[in-house]
């Protein structure tokens, strides 16, 4: 299992951070592979990684390690960021309890297509303002803003 989650993680820090000749920025197809690879990794590991439409359907077992996050609000972003363009949303970093299964982050995995990358990552931006701001920690919007980097995989802390 971790060999697979390496494996993931080198492949995404590789295109993302430029790969092929030196100082050569991957393309957004390249990313799109990656994404697509990323996200059949994702998939075998279902130890750490259930796709969040399914993972949400079951109320009485899921549960989000941030108890102030609402249901409803984290099933609007999975509908939203889907309708952006995401190639796959996960549930993630999931620890069991019994029957009880707790997430504290979602994986978003994306692509590298600008357009989509631009939706998601406004989608994303907009939930984390909502979400911080009901919250009462507007302060902490700075540091969980997402810039564009060219990254293909996003994963969203929702243990604020």
């Not at 994306?110 to 911080?132: E, M, S």
Request: charged fraction near 25%; aromatic fraction near 8%; glycine fraction near 6%.
């Amino acid at each position: 299992m971790l060999r697979r989650i390496a494996f993931a993680v080198a492949v995404v820090g590789l295109f993302s951070c430029g790969a092929g000749q030196a100082g050569a920025q991957a393309t957004p197809e390249q990313l799109d592979e990656v994404a697509k690879l990323s996200a059949n990794q994702y998939d075998q590991i279902k130890e750490v990684f259930a796709e969040a439409r399914a993972w949400l359907k079951d109320e009485a077992n899921h549960k989000f390690t941030n108890a102030k996050l609402k249901r409803d609000d984290a099933k609007k972003l999975v509908e939203d960021l889907y309708a952006a363009g995401a190639v796959r949303f996960y549930a993630s970093a999931l620890m069991k309890n019994g029957t009880a299964e707790t997430a504290s982050t979602l994986m978003v995995v994306f692509g590298g297509q600008p357009a989509v990358r631009t939706k998601v990552l406004k989608t994303v931006n907009d939930f984390n303002k909502t979400q911080l701001t009901a919250q009462g920690k507007p302060e902490l919007l700075e540091s969980l803003t997402m810039p564009d980097a060219g990254q293909p995989i996003l994963q969203v802390v929702l243990d604020y």
